[in-house]
């Protein structure tokens, strides 16, 4: 499930560049940094999605994931605590809903299930 989530969200955010920038922009991320994030993040997803997959990769897999979704979690909680809530863009969604408590509790529900898939 896992590998799935990330593997729909890598290829959103691919698909859809302009609203990634955007989206890693109104997270926090400095404006200059945002071009590398823009195709780092979704290569990143993908990556994370194929080694999930693989049996001999797995555990690389669910530790790369928990230290992904945590990223996540510690952008989107920090941003809520600030009062700022930037559409999310997490499946690279043109216009998408702004970050709110909904969003946090699925990533800390995926970094639980990817914590669950560890060996």
Not at 5 to 20: D, M, N, P, W, Y
Not at 48 to 59: C, E, F, K, Q, Y
């Amino acid at each position: 499930m896992l590998a799935l989530v990330l593997a729909i969200s890598g290829f959103a955010k691919a698909r859809h560049r302009a609203e990634t920038h955007a989206s890693i922009v109104g997270l926090g991320v400095p404006a200059t940094l945002a071009p590398t994030f823009r195709w780092a993040l979704p290569v990143t997803e993908l990556l994370v999605a194929i080694i999930l997959i693989a049996p001999a990769t797995r555990l690389a897999g669910a530790i790369a994931a928990v230290a992904l979704f945590g990223v996540f979690t510690v952008i989107i909680a920090g941003n809520l605590m600030a009062g700022r809530r930037p559409p999310c863009g997490c499946f690279g969604e043109r216009g998408g809903a702004a970050i709110s408590a909904w969003t946090l509790a699925r990533n800390v529900t995926f970094m639980a299930l990817a914590i669950l898939a560890i060996p």
